[in-house]
């Protein structure tokens, strides 16, 4: 049984309100309180789970019960009364141009206002046969008409449905629409796509439904249901039974006469330099816009783009393809079960809300900033990241993950309880039922893979959320005062966000980073912030988030880096912002040129300690290695591999930016050829790529100064801040953070480094 929930906003402010939303199979009360998160890693080398109870005013129990979900990303139009549902549609055309993803196996409604529960309405669908068909129906009386010739997948069609109730006649049309560039397939073999039929019966039902919907409609419960997969372009409703001229007409990308709409949904308006929303616009008489629900996919090529122009910026009249998926997921949109207006004076840090409930329980988390900061140094949580990996499933589906890992997947019966549901949705690493890549991830949904204990089932250590805890319980018994915020918090804050504090530290894995949030740490470490890189393969895919709708991330994987799918041809610019995603290196922002380091490679079968080189030595770095001896190895332990440096790990390189007057503190050897050289350094492909062989596959560690009084130190490894809990925290890795910290807080000169 299921007891799970999640938060919003996921980073909350002193003062400020959170709901929680709550879910169990079972109906019945929970007890809650609220605690404080220091650390989750339940390896018996380290402290274990650690938490605080925090009173604050919370009931001692609260109501849960089942709260449904459903899933899959579609449209509808809240139309006046009759338009779409009765007024004009005795005599209609239904015109669309598809491109279907999923041919066969199952019902999915293209468009279509059929009401299960009351027996009414039509859909305009592919069959599960892979057919195209038409439905009318009311009450008892039901008429069918399908296609003969089956769909191809992943190919351009124009699709028309037309009916008469004064003649009792209908027609099927669909006519395929390959150009070189725009399906799967090309024009060279030849294909024959084109189909149609027209059928006179003896009784035609009236047309009459309920909410017109595109890529879904209902089912006897009123549930959605019948969802389609793939991209639907341009689409409406004629007054007329079309003939074939028309249709040839639309074909070539005219819009049908004026007179003759009762709705004409264009899917290129709307589109500006910023990107596009939800809102599918009616541009036909009426002004019926559709709503998108589960962020269908927009700035995606439509059925006429040539190849010539890569993004909507250009040719924005190519781009009005939009992709639907019956998995997609980005609100649950659940009732809260609570709403906790948190206290002024709370401790800025890392909270979750305790459940338990029949001898079950769950940790909801969320952050807490300072309405006013109060410490000096910051931390910042990596929540892009978090949300890139929410409830990733490659463990389970992804059979390269174990080459790439070097490990049997371990999972657990949670891990096999929540893969047999998969109900709350896919992370970026995921693919859509159809094979598509997943943009869009969201904290509006249950993050299973976000608890301070889980353990990731590809690797058997923590990823992201709770090895971050690590640090965090470092900081709180080492003594360090500090303010927890988010990238969130930056993504919106800026730079203003961070001139309160004299250090920022980043999580073990930073990897996704909007522009605004690049801009704001490097404009801080210019101004005279010291920044502390503590993480591997950081500042590296270009990730954005409307401005009013912060909850939801998203990301294209391109032709370049480390990535689990890659974006379709001229689809790799932002329908949230309108910018080129990919990897930032890509975009001439080397993380090199931030942080000194940048990612080299991964492996997950074991971590390296660090070796001290030459420059440690100098006098501008012998503060930072105060206690550590001269042949010391840093960090021959941890929790993440048994190494300080590991799992996916940064370089210095200065053909990508790293100042050159940084100084190349340690590195680490020994790798095993499980880390390879990743694929973004590979212009040819050839043997002695992996960590026994290439020299560029290390962790470096790095320290540089700024003109303005700002530092950067880099500690290029994911596993470097899970070295910190060992020995009780008492360790050369944390004596070198220790060395570091107090170095940026206290000392208002730092020795210049190279």
Not at 43 to 53: F, I, Y
Not at 228 to 246: E, Q, V
Request: negative net charge; contains cysteine; proline residues 6%.
């Amino acid at each position: 049984m299921t007891l799970t929930g999640y938060a919003h906003p996921l980073n909350a402010v002193t003062g400020g309100s959170i709901d929680f939303m709550l879910h169990d199979d079972q109906h019945g009360e929970a007890v809650v309180d609220l605690v404080r998160l220091l650390h989750g890693d339940e390896n018996p080398l380290g402290p274990g789970l650690v938490e605080r109870t925090v009173a604050a005013g919370l009931p001692p129990k609260t109501r849960v019960g089942p709260q449904q979900t459903a899933k899959g990303s579609h449209a509808y139009v809240a139309a006046p009364a009759g338009l779409l549902t009765t007024d004009g549609l005795d005599r209609a055309t239904v015109v669309a141009f598809i491109r279907p993803s999923i041919v066969g196996g199952i019902e999915q409604t293209i468009l279509g206002n059929l009401d299960p529960q009351q027996s009414a309405g039509f859909s305009l669908s592919v069959s599960p046969d892979g057919t195209l068909t038409l439905l009318i129906v009311d009450g008892a009386e039901r008429v069918e008409l399908s296609l003969g010739k089956r769909l191809a997948p992943q190919c351009w069609y124009l699709v028309a449905a037309s009916w008469d109730r004064s003649a009792n006649k209908l027609r099927l049309t669909q006519k395929g629409l390959l150009n070189r560039w725009n399906s799967l397939v090309g024009t060279a073999p030849g294909y024959d796509l084109d189909d149609s039929t027209e059928r006179t019966v003896a009784s035609l039902p009236p047309v009459r439904g309920a909410c017109f919907a595109v890529a879904a409609s209902r089912d006897a419960d009123g549930r959605v249901a019948r969802l389609y997969n793939g991209k639907i372009d341009r689409h409406g409703i004629l007054t007329s039974f079309a003939d074939p001229a028309l249709l040839a007409e639309i074909a070539t990308g005219a819009v049908p006469p004026a007179d003759s709409l009762l709705a004409w949904w264009d899917t290129t308006h709307g589109y500006t330099d910023r990107g596009i929303g939800d809102e599918i616009h009616d541009i036909g008489p009426h002004g019926l816009h559709a709503s998108g629900v589960h962020r269908p996919i927009r700035a995606m090529t439509g059925w006429n783009w040539d190849g010539r122009n890569d993004s909507f910026r250009l040719a924005p009249d190519q781009y009005g393809g939009i992709a639907f998926h019956d998995d997609a997921l980005i609100d649950c949109g659940w009732t809260p079960n609570l709403t906790l207006t948190l206290p002024e004076d709370l401790p800025s840090g890392v909270y979750a809300l305790r459940v338990r409930k029949d001898g079950r329980e769950d940790r909801v988390p969320f952050f807490v900033r300072p309405r006013t900061p109060r410490a000096r140094i910051a931390v910042l949580m990596p929540t892009f990241t978090y949300l890139a990996y929410a409830n990733e499933h490659l463990a389970f589906e992804a059979p390269i993950a174990q080459a790439i890992c070097a490990n049997t997947p371990v999972v657990t019966h949670d891990d096999l309880e929540w893969k047999a549901e998969e109900t709350w949705g896919l992370s970026t690493y995921d693919v859509h039922s159809d094979y598509a890549g997943v943009c869009y991830s969201s904290w509006r949904r249950p993050i299973q893979n976000m608890r301070p204990n889980y353990r990731l089932p590809a690797v058997g250590v923590p990823w992201a959320f709770p090895a971050d805890l690590s640090l965090i319980w470092w900081l709180e018994t080492k003594g360090f005062e500090v303010d927890v915020i988010t990238d969130h918090d930056l993504d919106a804050g800026g730079l203003d966000l961070l001139k309160p504090y004299r250090a920022l530290l980043t999580g073990s894995h930073p990897e996704y980073y909007s522009l605004a949030m690049l801009d704001a740490v490097e404009d801080f470490v210019a101004e005279g912030g010291r920044l502390a890189y503590l993480g591997g393969n950081g500042f590296y895919w270009v990730t954005e988030t409307r401005d009013d709708e912060p909850w939801c991330i998203e990301v294209r994987k391109l032709d370049t880096g480390s990535r689990a799918w890659q974006a379709a041809p001229g689809e790799g610019y932002l329908a949230t912002t309108g910018d080129k995603s990919g990897v930032w290196r890509a975009r001439g922002r080397a993380p090199q040129k931030l942080a000194a380091l940048g990612f080299t490679a991964e492996g997950m079968d074991e971590s390296q300690p660090f070796e001290r080189l030459s420059d440690s030595f100098a006098p501008a770095a012998r503060w930072i290695f105060e206690g550590i001896g001269t042949h010391e190895l840093i960090g021959d332990f941890g929790l993440g591999l048994g190494g300080a440096a590991g799992i996916e790990i940064d370089r210095y390189e200065l053909t990508l930016g790293t100042p050159p007057h940084t100084m190349l503190l340690a590195s680490s050897f020994n790798h095993s050829d499980n880390y390879p050289l990743v694929s973004e350094e590979i212009g040819y492909a050839f043997p002695g790529r992996g960590g026994t062989q290439d020299p560029q596959v290390r962790a470096d560690m790095a320290y540089y100064t700024s003109a303005g009084g700002g530092a950067v130190f880099a500690a290029g490894s994911i596993a470097w801040s899970q070295a910190l809990p060992i020995n009780g925290g008492d360790n050369n890795v944390g004596r070198i953070l220790e060395n570091v910290l107090k170095g940026f807080v206290e000392q208002d000169q730092l020795p210049p480094s190279g």
